[in-house]
């Protein structure tokens, strides 16, 4: 009996959650180790809701936005087949860096942000062995962001606000935003690269929800 079209559906998105945990589990690396903490984390309740939700500025960048961790954010760029997707999904990466940093009004905290948006730019260097294609971006991103601790000093704290370098950073990041749709790399039965097809968005969302 031939399947059905929806059930071939299923079954690729299947299959494309599984390639994400796979990749997932392959980078349970030092790389991430030796991430701050905060990195290693997934959304706080706060901020889950706003990232997930289909009407928020995160949407723009297409299905990434499902993601709720940094590992998360890196398995789908591995995934991914074409340039426009793969910059919209560091851009959002790195935007999730920064809010996932924290906030505070102590120059410290300020710089621990920083910190992981520069801890981010290496990881998402690393993920697209140091193509143009990610170091051009991420060093435009993370050029943002120290420009606004450097140019706009507040007393008493010297620094901006923890919480306006992501602000800073989603409004340089959305000029690289791409709802979609992606393409994505195919894989055959044994696991070597096939072709390419497009993503379907419910392997992110079975990805997040595992």
Known sequence: MRQSRKGRKVGVAQRGIDRLSEIIMSDSTDAFLQ???ALNATLPDDLLARFTSSESDEAQFGPVHRCVNLRQVVALLKLSAEDVAQRSIIAYGVHLAASLA???VQRNTA????????????????????????????????????????????PPTEWPLASEIPAVVLTAARTHAHA?????????????VSGVRELIVEEVEGLVEE
Do not use: Y
């Open 35 to 37: 991430l701050p903490d």
């Open 102 to 104: 924290g906030s505070g």
């Open 111 to 154: 710089l621990h942000v920083l910190n992981c948006v520069g801890a981010a730019k290496h990881i998402f260097d690393a993920a697209l062995s140091h193509s143009p294609t990610a170091t051009a971006l991420t060093s435009e991103l993370l050029s943002t962001a120290q420009r606004l601790a450097d140019e706009n000093p507040f």
């Open 180 to 192: 979609g749709p992606w393409m994505v790399l195919k894989f055959a039965q044994n696991g070597a």
